[in-house]
């Protein structure tokens, strides 16, 4: 079942139309921004766009307005990311009074600057979100586009991106701070520049040399010498950083049907990867049922197709439950076969690893995840891609957009998009979250630490328990949230170079 995002876009132009009659509320009105708080919980709500407008200053704030660091006091939630910077700038929103999926937007937006190897304006990806008052899980599902043919000339054809459109969707289903604002870190850090962290280094290490035969790459991601941007180096993106302004300002839709559209048409036919704007314009999101399954009274969801690595985690969780045979072997091989089933290989049962058909699935392209929670127990978790390490290795020239790699075409495949989530029903509560990466092990790393910490294993040690080359981004609340939070964790995978922020501000 497809939802259409028409009326959550709606519901979002009304948010933004009922903030503009509280502004003009309070302005023609400054009585009411003095008024006493009611104390009735109604009567509370009914005033709180007004509150909102008048600055929402009181003594348990600090005197800070929502949408300043350091608004929101005490527990924040947690978040996930397999890059430092996204994590922390994921960690802001949340104190600037954010929900999860502000969070998860602006650390989706901060990727594609930070580790614009496996996340980009150029891929796309897919996420979960539950929303505790909605009581049930979405999942958004914006995958790089295939193409319909290869263009004539397109040497490095380049799948359709879907990314800004993607968080565009996830921010309109349950975004509370302004989607402009939710740029702006992504786009100062590609302006003024970042510093180039351990995760990032590695993945410019391994593809150097076939990278920097582009100009644009080599301009953004070479230092003195002509070698890769080391830890800890400046890494300046300005072309990339004026494109997100562009976003802000004009608004997402302009990289599909506007005038960046017809810019990303005209450059990306210099780097090989021939678009159109009638591709771009015809890329939406989808919003659909994730598959589930019930463990008791908690409902586990996971990614649904085309994110075919939440089919392949979701056969590796069930595989663990049942306890057949050496557990990480039988699941791995249940993923793998439910992977190669769903891309149209013949059927057949793994139950071992030693099972598996020469090659696995192939090479697969590498991902990146994160997990987050707010305060009031929405959580988000997401996989983002490029369909290869910095997708076709190219960059539209003059926007500072690295281009992913079309799926289908020559050797590349899909990522194996790989996120599970917790929930109860009957508490209508966050249980726990999962995130994963790491090619062919990308299923496990989602499969296996959620079946742990549901199993009463420590999230520290859960999140480090997938085979390698996965990693996991993992939230785990073991008394629900809304709940106990001082029970909750935000864990990264201690093998990877990522960061796990937030729980309490004081």
């Known amino acids: 079942m497809t939802t259409s995002l028409v009326p959550a876009i709606e519901k979002a132009r009304g948010r933004d139309m009922a903030a503009s009659l509280a502004r003009s509320a309070s302005s023609a009105h400054p009585e009411a921004c003095n008024a006493r708080r009611p104390t009735h919980r109604f009567a509370a709500l009914a005033l709180l766009p007004v509150l909102a407008a008048c600055g929402a200053t009181d003594s348990s704030t600090g005197g800070l307005q929502a949408g300043q660091e350091g608004f929101v006091r005490g527990f924040l939630g947690g978040v996930a990311a397999e890059e430092p910077r996204a994590a922390l700038i994921a960690r802001d929103?949340?104190?600037?009074?954010?929900?999860?999926?502000?969070?998860?937007?602006?650390?989706?937006?901060?990727?594609?600057?930070t580790l614009p190897s496996r996340a980009g304006l150029?891929?796309?990806?897919?996420?979960?979100?539950?929303?505790?008052?909605?009581?049930?899980?979405?999942?958004?599902?914006?995958?790089?586009?295939?193409?319909?043919?290869?263009?004539?000339?397109?040497?490095?054809?380049?799948?359709?991106?879907?990314?800004?459109?993607?968080?565009?969707?996830?921010?309109?289903?349950?975004?509370?701070?302004?989607?402009?604002?939710?740029?702006v870190p992504a786009e100062q850090a590609a302006r003024f520049g970042t510093?180039?962290?351990?995760?990032?280094?590695?993945?410019?290490?391994?593809?150097?040399?076939?990278?920097?035969?582009?100009?644009?790459?080599?301009?953004?991601?070479?230092?003195?010498?002509?070698?890769?941007?080391a830890p800890g180096a400046r890494m300046t993106q300005v072309d990339l950083g004026s494109t997100l302004a562009t976003l802000r300002t004009a608004g997402v839709g302009d990289l599909y049907q506007g005038a960046l559209a017809r810019r990303i048409e005209e450059t990306s036919r210099a780097a090989g990867g021939m678009?159109?704007?009638?591709?771009?314009?015809?890329?939406?999101?989808?919003?659909?049922?994730?598959?589930?399954?019930?463990?008791?009274?908690?409902?586990?969801?996971?990614?649904?197709?085309?994110?075919?690595g939440g089919l392949a985690a979701a056969a590796a969780f069930a595989a663990l439950?049942?306890?057949?045979?050496?557990?990480?072997?039988?699941?791995?091989?249940?993923a793998v076969a439910a992977a190669w089933r769903a891309r149209g290989g013949e059927p057949m049962t793994l139950l071992a690893s030693a099972d598996l058909p020469a090659g696995g699935l192939g090479l697969l392209p590498a991902s990146t995840g994160l997990a987050v929670v707010d305060r009031d127990g929405m959580a988000v978790t997401c996989a983002f891609t490029m369909n290869n390490l910095f997708g076709t290795g190219r960059i539209a020239p003059g926007t500072g957009v690295l281009l992913a790699a079309a799926p289908g075409i020559g050797q590349v495949q899909s990522a194996l998009l790989s996120?599970?989530?917790?929930?109860?029903?009957?508490?209508?509560?966050?249980?726990?979250?999962?995130?994963?990466?790491?090619?062919?092990?990308?299923?496990?790393?989602?499969?296996?630490?959620?079946?742990?910490?549901?199993?009463?294993v420590a999230p520290a040690q859960a999140a480090g328990s997938a085979p390698e080359p996965g990693r996991t981004q993992l939230l785990s609340c073991p008394r629900?949230?809304?709940?106990?939070?001082?029970?909750?964790?935000?864990?990264?995978?201690?093998?990877?170079?990522?960061?796990?922020?937030?729980?309490?501000d004081r």
């Open 419 to 456: 996120a599970g989530l917790v929930h109860s029903p009957n508490l209508r509560a966050f249980r726990a979250a999962a995130a994963g990466s790491g090619q062919q092990a990308a299923p496990m790393a989602v499969a296996l630490p959620l079946s742990q910490v549901m199993g009463g």
């Open 321 to 334: 439950q049942a306890g057949t045979g050496a557990p990480g072997a039988a699941a791995r091989g249940e």
């Open 195 to 229: 510093e180039v962290s351990r995760a990032f280094a590695a993945d410019l290490a391994a593809v150097a040399g076939p990278l920097f035969a582009d100009p644009g790459a080599a301009a953004a991601f070479a230092g003195p010498g002509g070698q890769p941007l």
């Open 480 to 504: 629900y949230l809304p709940g106990d939070a001082n029970a909750c964790q935000a864990v990264t995978d201690p093998r990877g170079a990522g960061l796990a922020a937030g729980a309490v």
């Open 275 to 308: 678009l159109t704007v009638p591709e771009l314009r015809e890329a939406v999101p989808r919003v659909v049922q994730p598959l589930q399954a019930r463990l008791g009274n908690d409902v586990v969801s996971f990614l649904p197709p085309p994110a075919d």
């Open 122 to 183: 150029g891929g796309g990806g897919a996420c979960l979100l539950y929303v505790p008052s909605r009581n049930e899980v979405e999942a958004i599902v914006f995958p790089p586009g295939p193409r319909a043919s290869v263009p004539a000339g397109a040497d490095r054809p380049a799948a359709v991106p879907l990314m800004a459109r993607g968080l565009f969707a996830l921010h309109a289903r349950a975004g509370r701070r302004p989607f402009e604002e939710l740029i």
């Open 93 to 113: 929103v949340l104190s600037a009074g954010g929900s999860a999926a502000d969070a998860a937007v602006a650390a989706g937006f901060a990727l594609s600057v």
